[in-house]
């Protein structure tokens, strides 16, 4: 035996379920979405850290910021649109070469300094040291102490 229930009166059995209602159909189309924004060239970030960066290492940064610029600025214009961050491989460019003019003015300024200074004299030796041996003596004067 089965241990189904009984069918209920008055039909012949459980028979096939109802049919499901109609669907709603397929959802409208909302096209392909929102564009994807365009990435930031990475050389621009590169250029504009180095000319930052030059401050603290003496200007050895500044040296790689200026090309990583243009080539950043070349990439950027060929891309027609696809990455951005001209902006920033300006300012890595205009930064490292500002850094390197204030390096050369004052490197100029202290050749300047240096050699518009006044120069010692002829007779001036401040590394004079006598050839002969001098020897002091202490005074032999008798002082008699009053008791």
């Known amino acids: 035996m ?14 096939t379920p109802p049919s499901p209602p109609p669907g709603y159909g397929a959802a409208p189309g909302y096209g392909y979405g929102y564009p994807a924004p365009p990435k930031t060239n990475g050389y621009a ?47 890595g460019v205009w930064v490292s070469v500002a850094y390197l003019v204030v390096v050369v003015l004052v490197v100029i300024g202290f050749i300047v300094l240096v050699a518009v200074a006044d120069p010692p004299q002829d007779d001036f030796e401040p590394y004079y040291f006598p050839t002969t041996s001098t020897t002091f003596e202490l005074p032999t004067t008798s002082t008699s102490v009053p008791r």
């Open 2 to 15: 089965s241990d189904l229930p009984p069918p209920p009166p008055g039909g012949t059995g459980w028979g």
């Open 45 to 91: 970030i590169a250029a504009l850290i180095c000319g930052i960066c030059s401050f603290a290492v003496c200007g050895l940064a500044a040296l790689a910021g200026i090309p990583l610029g243009i080539v950043a600025l070349r990439q950027i214009k060929e891309s027609q649109g696809a990455e951005q961050g001209r902006g920033m491989a300006l300012a």
